[in-house]
Structure formats: C-alpha cells, structure tokens
C-alpha cells in the first residue's frame, strides 16, 4: 500500500473498473461513489469480472448532490479525483437533455466544489471527450482543435471541460481534462457499438439471431482499449503541471469495417447478417474522429497499446463465453 486514496465517480462503469484495477494494482486504496437505488441494488458486475470488488469501499452518493460528494470528500481525504460519472450515451442524450446537462455538465462542477472547498490539494481528473469536436473542422483534433458539439451530451461535455479548466485557472486547483477518444472492453455496455456487434455477432454465431441492425455504418472513429486509456488518466495526474490531453489511437475506422472484423472473426460474411435500420440515425451525427496524442506522448510516454482487431476480438470471444455460459 502506498496510502494514497483514490475516489473514483462512475466507478462501476467501464472505465471506473479497469481504473480501480490500475489504481489497486499501484496499492492506492480506492474509492468509488455509487448511485443506490430502492429496487436496483448495486450495479458491480464489472467489478466482480475483473474480481476486485471486494477490494473497493463504496460510498453512497451522487453527483447530483453537492452534499454527498463534499461528505464522501471530507470521509476520504482523496490524493487524486477521478470524475467519471455521465449520462454517458450519445442517443440518449436527446431523449433526456435536461438530465444529461444535470449529471455531465453540473455533475462535474459538483465534484470540483468539493474538491475546492474541502481537499484543494487533491489532483483532479475529469473525463472529457472527443465528441467535443463534433462537427469536426480539422482532420485530425489535438488539445488545439475548436470544439463544436453536436449532442446534447457534447455539449454537457464541453461545459464540464471548460469548468475544469476554469478552477485550474481561478483556483490553482491540479485539474486536468483526458480528452478521450471511443475506447472500448468486453466491459462496454451493449448501447454502444462495439459492444452491440460483438455481441451480436456472438449471438448469431451461437444460432441466437440471425441478424445485426445498425444505424450510421459509414461514421469513422479511432477506437482504443479502455485498459491503456485508463493508464492516461492516473499518468495525467502524476505530472507536475495540471494540463489537457488528448487520447487517441491515431487510426479512424468506420462501423462498418469494424463490424467486419468481427464477422470474419467467427468465419461469418457481414453481407448476410447486417441491416442497417434508419430508426437508428441520429438526429446529428458526428461522421468522423481521428485523434493526434502527440502530447501525451511527449508528457508521460503515452500511446495506444491495443490494435482494433486485437480489441474486437477480445470483446467477440467474451460474448461467445459470456453467451455459452448463459445457456
Ligand atoms: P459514440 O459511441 O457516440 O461515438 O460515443 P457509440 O458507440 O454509441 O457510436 C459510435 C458510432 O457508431 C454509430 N452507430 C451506432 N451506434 C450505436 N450506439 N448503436 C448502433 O446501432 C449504431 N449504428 C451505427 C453511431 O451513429 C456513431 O457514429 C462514445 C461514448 O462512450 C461517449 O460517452 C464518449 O464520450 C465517446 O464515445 C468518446
């Protein structure tokens, strides 16, 4: 043990999970903020995958609520502040603007109020993202490339940002944004593409469906693995300075060729399974993401480990098991 003490908001997500492991392999003992619900219980399932939740202390709360944070704040006494809590799905974001604005936008600057008024010297981590850029106006985006969001949760995104960067410069705080490209694990939840055609593609291989309905296949992203973006995240935190990054593989793909290689994975032809279903166009779309992670690299050596295929892969064959063991 190090006695360091981390606190991790979103904690049971994807990254919050491969994060915790990271954390806990370094020997901080960590923290992580969880919703409770009446009916719903915890919802740690990708804890217990990776085998470590009983190696967290969890704590009720909510970003939505100053009180709890600045409480579970003052209990904790955190080094570093991981804020990755989000009404994390792009689609969703237009159904529920309001809500989105709520937990993406203000949530954080819950998190920095309590950060500022109870442990100003804790470094403070938040999770931004290249949905930013949006619309984009450059090729290939780095820290430099103008914002234009094209989500409701894009733009919750950017007001997070921007108020990150705000208590750096009003308060001195050691705050820094990840500006994260899509990174994926068997760990995604099954909304978000990867996850929906690896998981697909398993199903059909195991006679489970027969099809794959997609909306926009000719959207490119530079999908990395959340495992290596997580490792950004505490590096960001163990330089001098507090600053901005972006975290990139620095390869665009589009849906429909990732959607391929998991096809061919299991020896199966895309053209007989996929259908691509309007229903499932969003009202914008952001068509293309390819980031530049030149000055993480610079910073603290950091690059993209894991290759598209490697990834894809990794996510098909734990569906097939996941699937296997389900039946
Ligand atoms: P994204 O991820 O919106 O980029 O945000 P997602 O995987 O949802 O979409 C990627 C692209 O695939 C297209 N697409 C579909 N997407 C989904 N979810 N389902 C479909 O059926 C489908 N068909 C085509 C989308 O239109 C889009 O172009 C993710 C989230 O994790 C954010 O929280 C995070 O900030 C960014 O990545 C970086």
């Not at 990708?46 to 969890?58: F, P, V």
């Not at 593609?201 to 489970?208: E, S």
């Not at 001098?240 to 020896?267: E, L, S, W």
Request: proline share 3%; net charge neutral.
């Amino acid at each position: 043990m190090t006695g360091k003490r981390a606190l991790i908001t979103g904690v049971t997500g994807q990254d919050g999970a491969y994060l915790s492991q990271l954390l806990l392999d370094k020997g901080y003992s960590v923290h992580g903020v969880v919703r409770r619900s009446s009916h719903a219980g915890i919802f740690d399932h990708r804890l217990k995958w990776l085998g470590i939740a009983d190696r967290i202390t969890l704590h009720d709360g909510n970003v939505l609520d100053l009180s709890s944070l600045a409480r579970i704040v003052q209990e904790v006494r955190p080094d570093g502040v991981y804020n990755l809590a989000a009404q994390s799905f792009v689609t969703a974001s237009w159904q529920q603007p309001v809500l989105t604005g709520h937990i993406t936008g203000l949530g954080a600057v819950n998190m920095l109020e309590s950060v500022r008024m109870l442990k100003p010297d804790a470094r403070y981590y938040q999770a931004s993202s290249s949905e930013m850029f949006g619309l984009v106006k450059e090729s290939v985006q780095t820290e430099a490339t103008p914002f234009h969001p094209r989500s409701p949760y894009g733009v919750a995104k950017v007001y997070a940002h921007w108020m990150t960067v705000n208590y750096r410069e009003s308060f001195g705080l050691h705050a820094s944004n990840g500006i994260l490209f899509n990174h994926e694990s068997p760990l995604r939840g099954v909304e978000f593409v990867t996850r929906k055609v690896s998981d697909g593609v398993a199903r059909i291989k195991l006679g489970l469906a027969h099809e794959l309905r997609l909306g926009n296949v000719d959207a490119q992203r530079d999908w990395g693995h959340a495992r290596d973006y997580v490792r950004a995240m505490w590096q960001m935190l163990q330089q001098d300075t507090p600053d901005d990054y972006v975290i990139a593989t620095g390869r665009t793909t589009t849906v429909r060729a990732m959607c391929r290689i998991a096809f061919a994975h299991v020896g199966l032809d895309i053209d007989d399974h996929l259908v691509i279903d309007p229903a499932l166009f969003r009202p914008a779309e952001v068509d293309m993401l390819l980031g530049n992670a030149a000055k993480a690299h610079a910073a603290f050596g950091w690059q993209a480990e894991t290759s598209l295929e490697a990834m894809i892969q990794e996510m098909v064959e734990a569906d097939l098991a996941r699937l296997r063991t389900a039946g």
